[in-house]
T-cell receptor
Framework: AQSVSQHNHHVILSEAASLELGCNYS??????LFWYVQYPGQHLQLLLKYFSGDPLVKGIKGFEAEFIKSKFSFNLRKPSVQWSDTAEYFC????????????FGGGTRLMVKP | EPEVTQTPSHQVTQMGQEVILRCVPI?????FYWYRQILGQKVEFLVSFYNNEISEKSEIFDDQFSVERPDGSNFTLKIRSTKLEDSAMYFC???????????FGQGTRLTVV
């Protein structure tokens, strides 16, 4: 069975600080990897995804993530956060042959102080 | 921009009652999903639906749950006899293909009292 771990449950940063949110998964096969964001009162929105190819993936709003297969990791990064990045961030993994039957991590609640 | 819409946004029901949660997926999408998130816990996969039948379901999706696409636009989740532990946020999602991104709705918060 798949599992996804997000190590940071709560992160507080000041504006312009750099962000890295950890995501590790366990699964023996080929995976599709996702980061979703949920702004307060809104639905889950896709930030970025990795299916294959370049392991460094660029998403919306200046976010990027790097798939390191040997570490089973897909960490999310942003060089300089803004107050508007305050949200909950979810890492999700799907087995390549199971599409959007996703396993989610527990989420990381990010607060950016102005 | 097309989006997945869910109704109602909040449903309160008494234990033992049946509830139907409704979703309108994005119109050209072929795959439909239900997820739930119990307060303070992870988002969990319930079921996927394609070509008018269930393609995958989790252990959570037991006999009290059912899904249906009653017409060309709606996708519903029925819980036959609700229990207190069914209280959660239920998310509907849809995707064009199996291995393309899923778009999520805003969720229905179900409270069973």
């Amino acid at each position: 069975a798949q599992s996804v771990s997000q190590h940071n449950h709560h992160v507080i940063l000041s504006e312009a600080a750099s962000l890295e949110l950890g995501c590790n998964y366990s699964y023996g096969g080929t995976v599709n990897l996702f980061w979703y964001v949920q702004y307060p009162g809104q639905h889950l929105q896709l930030l970025l995804k990795y299916f294959s190819g370049d392991p460094l993936v660029k998403g919306i709003k200046g976010f990027e993530a790097e798939f390191i297969k040997s570490k089973f990791s897909f960490n999310l990064r942003k060089p300089s956060v803004q107050w508007s990045d305050t949200a909950e961030y979810f890492c999700a993994v799907g087995a390549n042959n199971a599409g959007n039957m996703l396993t989610f991590g527990g989420g990381t609640r990010l607060m950016v102080k102005p | 921009e097309p989006e997945v819409t869910q109704t109602p946004s909040h449903q309160v029901t008494q234990m033992g009652q049946e509830v139907i949660l409704r979703c309108v997926p994005i119109s050209n999408h072929l795959y439909f999903y239900w997820y739930r998130q119990i307060l303070g816990q992870k988002v969990e996969f319930l079921v996927s639906f394609y070509n008018n039948e269930i393609s995958e379901k989790s252990e959570i999706f037991d006999d009290q749950f059912s899904v249906e696409r009653p017409d060309g636009s709606n996708f519903t989740l029925k819980i036959r006899s609700t229990k207190l532990e069914d209280s959660a946020m239920y998310f509907c999602a849809s995707s064009v293909h199996l291995n393309t991104e899923a778009f999520f709705g805003q969720g229905t918060r179900l409270t069973v009292v």
